[in-house]
């Protein structure tokens, strides 16, 4: 489920944090970031409506929404750290710890799965070095996960990596679609 569009690509660190680094803020004055916010929130009433597109700024140049980002948030938006907390909890499209700079997130409801979209997840852990559902690869590049109906039901297996959707994914066709993320 997608609330909102993310942020420009420029922002994008394709990267992510592991949690050991001291958190650096993203919305620092004189920042693309900090321009891109200000820029938002001339089009909202007030600060709270521009919540959503903050969050994504944040994950797109963190890689995910940690504690210190929310509190980066709610400070920025005059929010509290509970509130903010409240709406990325809710949202499964923000990353509550680091994932992998390609994260790929395959349909396997019913009308997918009954054309092989499990035959499809499996040939992306096997390819990426993931193992299970839901761990980062130890190159730090993919994450794996199940998600529900796509809206691409006439295309299995539709397959979602970052903001990019790819159609009619086959177990033969993983390795051709993860070298085109290289
Ligand atoms: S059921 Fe897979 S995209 Fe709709």
Not at 7 to 13: N, Q, T, V
């Amino acid at each position: 489920m997608t609330a909102t569009a993310a942020p420009s690509e420029s922002l994008s660190r394709h990267g992510n944090e592991h949690g050991h680094r001291p958190y650096e803020p993203v919305f620092v004055d004189g920042s693309p970031a900090r321009a891109e916010l200000d820029t938002l929130l001339t089009r909202y009433p007030n600060k709270m409506a521009a919540l959503l597109p903050a969050l994504w700024t944040v994950q797109h140049a963190r890689g995910w929404v940690s504690d210190e980002a929310m509190a980066e948030v709610s400070a920025v938006l005059d929010l509290t750290p509970a509130y903010v907390k409240g709406v990325v909890t809710f949202y499964t499209m923000y990353h509550q710890h680091p994932v992998g700079e390609h994260f790929i997130q395959v349909c396997t409801t019913t009308p997918c799965n009954v054309c092989g979209a499990e035959d499809v997840v499996n040939a992306f852990l096997e390819h990426t070095g993931c193992g299970e559902l839901g761990l980062t690869s130890p190159d730090g590049k993919y994450t794996v996960i199940e998600v529900e109906c796509l809206g691409a039901c006439g295309f299995a297996t539709p397959v979602q990596i970052n903001d990019q959707y790819v159609e009619s994914v086959t177990p033969e066709r993983v390795p051709e679609v993860l070298a085109a993320l290289r």
